[in-house]
């Protein structure tokens, strides 16, 4: 299994950015995703998630509204849309199947 995480990066307040997990190493269609974040001195916390089929959806109460997880399963990818970000937002961003699988992860920095 393997998850290669990208799209991190430094961006104003208010910003958008959108995160790519591109997987390989297992039958992508067949499992559901979910992004997690570690932001420094905190321990990591499930952000969204997606079933296999990405008919359902669950988020974190802290990115309702503002963040949205999709797939393509043709392209054995999962994608983090984050629109209205703020300075609490910072952090490693990783993707996780089952809880048990995870990239090297990507760095969201959200500062003035």
């Known amino acids: 299994v393997q998850l290669v995480e990208s799209g991190g990066d430094l961006v104003q307040p208010g910003g958008s950015l959108r995160l790519a997990c591109a997987a390989s190493?297992?039958?992508?269609?067949?499992?559901?995703m979910s992004w997690y974040r570690q932001a420094p001195g905190k321990e990591r916390e499930l952000v969204a998630g997606i079933s296999s089929s990405g008919v359902t959806t669950n988020y974190a109460d802290s990115v309702k509204g503002r963040f949205t997880i999709t797939r393509d399963n043709a392209k054995n990818t999962v994608y983090l849309q984050m629109n209205s970000l703020k300075p609490e937002d910072t952090a490693v961003y990783y993707c996780?199947?089952?809880?048990?699988?995870w990239g090297q992860g990507t760095q969201v920095t959200v500062s003035s």
């Open positions: 996780s199947t089952r809880s048990r699988y």
């Open positions: 190493g297992f039958t992508f269609r067949n499992y559901d």
